[in-house]
């Protein structure tokens, strides 16, 4: 059985191989920095919000906190939510607008959901320009409102409560994210890559890989002569 690489085998090998590891961080690093800064676009988002509230259909008491009505609300917003993402309010939004997109389009660039337990819902929307991602996203909340009554047969409050603005902080890429998790990937592989090369690299090149390999001892080790050396005489 071989035995088990020691410490300073793992140094001396990755010492040996070095360039390997070095050309491979490079590579990858650089290819992820040119795909985040070069050739994928920036990607921005806008977030706009709605609360749900239902309008009672008789006079409610003063007595407290009506939890049937809460409950009715949480439900509708998850009712509504679905309604925003549909390709009717989509289609209202893009002929609205003019938008070159179409509703599968749109839905793609669309996030709609609920905030938790509440009554509140989140429309975000991603788009390679901030201000028109803004404009999409409170064009959208605009059509929900103004075609709910003959979407849903009730009377409902649906309001909006902050509207979407530019916001020039781009989601995507995320450059020094990629460059960090592309090193992380590079060094790992490298390091991989150098054990392979040296696993199957059986030339012997020091004194040290003939007592490893054949249990022999060295008795002599003749120097290094270079060519150049060896005209000009310089030999030991």
Do not use: C, H, W
Not at 18 to 36: K, P, Y
Not at 56 to 85: C, F, K, M
Not at 114 to 129: C, H, L, N, W
Not at 150 to 176: F, G, H, K, M
């Amino acid at each position: 059985m071989e035995d088990a690489l020691s410490l300073a085998d793992v140094f001396g090998i990755l010492r040996r191989r070095f360039r390997i590891l070095l050309l491979v961080i490079f590579v990858v690093v650089s290819l992820a920095a040119l795909l985040s800064y070069v050739v994928l676009p920036p990607v921005y988002q806008a977030d706009t919000s709605l609360i749900v509230n239902e309008r009672p259909s008789t006079v409610q008491g003063t007595g407290g906190v009506d939890y049937g009505q809460i409950e009715t609300n949480r439900s509708l917003a998850v009712t509504y939510a679905r309604i925003i993402a549909s390709r009717a309010i989509l289609q209202d939004t893009i002929d609205t607008l003019g938008l070159p997109e179409t509703t599968k389009q749109l839905a793609k660039m669309t996030t709609v959901q609920v905030q938790g337990q509440t009554e509140i819902i989140a429309v975000r929307v991603t788009d390679k320009s901030a201000t028109r991602a803004a404009i999409i996203a409170n064009a959208i909340a605009k059509s929900f409102i103004a075609q709910l009554p003959t979407l849903v047969n009730r009377v409902e409050n649906v309001s909006v409560i902050d509207r979407a603005v530019p916001v020039t902080e781009q989601v995507s890429p995320r450059p020094l994210l990629n460059i960090a998790v592309a090193f992380v990937a590079a060094l790992i592989l490298g390091v991989l890559l150098a054990f392979l090369v040296d696993y199957f690299d059986d030339v012997v090149k020091t004194p040290d890989d003939i007592k490893k390999l054949f249990g022999l001892r060295v008795l002599a080790v003749v120097p290094d002569i270079s060519t150049e050396e060896a005209r000009r005489g310089n030999a030991y």
